[in-house]
């Protein structure tokens, strides 16, 4: 309801604009104490390497997961060997940080760090203290780069490069902080971002020069035995149902009927704890779903062979990865040079 609110502009949020001002100056003075006065500021745990905050300032999926694993896999091909940290939202592990292997289950860390640790190969670690999780990460694992998977409020975090990802369709919503609009800062935000990435297309420009991204279907992948099927193969499947816990399930649901499929949507809460009640539908129709509700969903999966997971990847102009890893490695250089100042004196 409150998603709905915002982006579609109901009149009554307007109700809440005073709230969402005290909202706004009480992140404002966070945002200054934690940068500023508070005892950890600014201490990177060793050894310090360039960290990349991947991140949103608005409530409701964006694509950033998605962005992340392109970066990360970029980034792999170029010889970095970047390490990843998340909250781990929707996970109850109970021991954080955590360190998230491919075989962790969704429920233990959440859904967004299993996917993204079995996307990429990556080294994850999960925990609601960034710090303590990149301390661990940086500890455990010989990384050179970090990528946080968002964090962008956190502003404990250090961070060499801030890349903020919005949605193109729904764009900043109504322009409001909480609890009038989805923003969790005011749209100045972007400004003193790095780069801010637009998923699609965006009818009023937010920044001078966006990078623009979009996700591009690549196929079905089979939860039960990994087969895969070609979206050009989809002849058999005339009526389908799909499933989205996710933060904009209308993109996948628009996504699917792009392919040519008639849907009947089912809809959960972002994060969402399948079980098998949940999942109950008649076998002679294709369930089909995302990577990241599949990751949840895979362990269900026993009580039929015709779940579906829709496979994604980010496409980023050339001219974005050029730039970045320039960036990135002047961070590298500067770091190691001071450094070198340090040990020193």
Not at 204 to 212: D, G, N, R, S
Not at 221 to 242: E, T
Request: proline residues 7%; charged residues 25%.
């Amino acid at each position: 309801m409150w998603l709905s609110a915002w982006y579609r502009g109901r009149w009554w949020t307007w109700l809440l604009v005073p709230v969402s001002w005290l909202f706004r100056g009480l992140a404002r003075a966070r945002k200054f104490y934690l940068q500023n006065l508070a005892p950890q500021r600014n201490k990177r745990p060793a050894p310090a390497v360039p960290i990349v905050v991947v991140g949103n300032i608005t409530l409701g999926g964006t694509g950033k997961t998605p962005l992340l694993i392109a970066l990360a896999q970029r980034l792999m091909a170029e010889g970095w060997r970047p390490g990843i940290i998340s909250r781990g939202y929707g996970g109850r592990g109970g021991d954080y940080p955590l360190a998230v292997e491919t075989s962790t289950s969704a429920a233990v860390a959440g859904d967004e760090p299993v996917l993204i640790a079995r996307a990429t190969g990556c080294p994850v670690v999960v925990g609601a203290d960034r710090r303590a999780a990149l301390k661990r990460l940086l500890a455990d694992y010989p990384c050179d780069l970090v990528l946080s998977d968002d964090g962008l409020q956190h502003y404990q975090l250090p961070r060499d490069i801030e890349i903020v990802v919005v949605d193109g369709r729904r764009g900043l919503g109504n322009g409001h902080c909480l609890p009038a609009g989805p923003l969790r800062e005011p749209p100045a935000r972007l400004r003193s971002a790095d780069w801010v990435v637009i998923n699609g297309e965006i009818a009023t420009p937010l920044v001078a020069a966006p990078v623009p991204m979009r996700l591009v279907p690549r196929h079905f992948c089979n939860l039960a035995s990994g087969a895969r099927r070609a979206l050009n193969d989809l002849g058999d499947w005339r009526q389908v149902r799909a499933v989205a816990g996710i933060g904009h399930p209308e993109r996948f649901f628009d996504t699917l009927r792009q392919l040519g499929l008639t849907v009947s949507e089912h809809r959960f809460a972002d994060h969402h704890r399948y079980r098998t009640e949940d999942l109950q539908f008649p076998a002679d129709q294709p369930l089909l779903m995302t990577s990241k509700d599949a990751v949840k969903c895979r362990e269900l999966a026993t009580v039929s062979d015709n779940w579906w997971y829709l496979e994604v990847a980010a496409e980023l102009p050339e001219r974005f990865y050029l730039a970045f890893d320039q960036q990135i490695r002047r961070h590298r250089s500067r770091l190691a040079t001071d450094r070198t100042e340090v040990q020193r004196r």
